[in-house]
């Protein structure tokens, strides 16, 4: 079974642009999340999705934005960069709504801002 | 706020010593609750969940409901437990939340 593929590895961004990330779950999982993890802070919460619909948000400004495709694929967009923004951010999936799912997690998109 | 503390930032224990990484948690609404482990260069994977007894590397949990904490053990610690451990006690949404984190190290 394939896990959760993120894609691009890395990504470089000067201050100011956008930036898009991309998660593809585990076949058959209906819920994607997006976290931050940043050194010393460990995982920061930005976004649920589950069917399409985003259940749940992160206190995380509004230019951290996202969504999820009929397919269950999901993005991640970051408008405005900051140089804040430079860490790794990790995609999730799990079966869907539910307390007894465990999450499935990527490998990580490091964003690097210039 | 709903909040899941692990108060040690560190643990260094010898090979060979037990090691305990302490959990606490606020929402105690769902009897469903996990370990996450994170090895260096890897990502993170799921290392132990409550109901179904599931473990890996020989770890066990205990759930103690009155306290709400769910501390982290194994008797007799290996190198390569060296690792960021994180506990993840879901929410009142549903959704895991996730401690801080505790960094092991396991020294010969």
């Known amino acids: 079974e394939a896990g959760v593929t993120q894609s691009p590895t890395h990504l470089i961004k000067t201050r100011g642009q956008q930036a898009t990330l991309r998660c593809s779950p585990i076949s058959g999982h209906t819920s994607v999340y997006w976290y931050q993890q940043a050194l010393g802070l460990g995982l920061q919460f930005l976004l649920w999705?589950?069917?399409?619909?985003?259940?749940n948000r992160g206190n995380f400004p509004p230019r951290f934005s996202g969504r999820q495709f009929p397919n269950y694929s999901s993005e991640l967009n970051v408008n405005a960069l900051e140089l804040e923004d430079s860490t790794l951010y990790l995609c999730a999936s799990s079966l869907g709504v539910g307390s007894n799912q465990p999450q499935h997690f990527g490998d990580g998109t490091r964003l690097s801002i210039l | 706020a709903q909040r899941v503390t692990q108060p040690e930032k560190l643990l260094s224990v010898f090979k060979g010593a037990p090691v305990e990484l302490k959990c606490n948690y606020s929402y105690s609404g769902s009897p469903e609750l996990f370990w996450y482990v994170q090895y260096s260069r890897q990502r993170l994977q799921l290392l132990l969940r409550?109901?179904s007894r599931e473990s890996i590397k020989g770890f066990t949990a205990d759930l103690n409901k009155g306290e709400t904490s769910f501390h982290l053990k194994k008797p007799f610690a290996q190198e390569e437990d060296s690792a960021m451990y994180y506990c993840?006690?879901?929410?009142?949404?549903?959704?895991?939340?996730f401690g801080a984190g505790t960094q092991v190290v396991v020294t010969p």
């Open positions: 999705y589950d069917e399409g619909e985003e259940r």
């Open positions: 409550h109901i």
């Open positions: 993840a006690p879901p929410d009142s949404w549903g959704k895991l939340q």
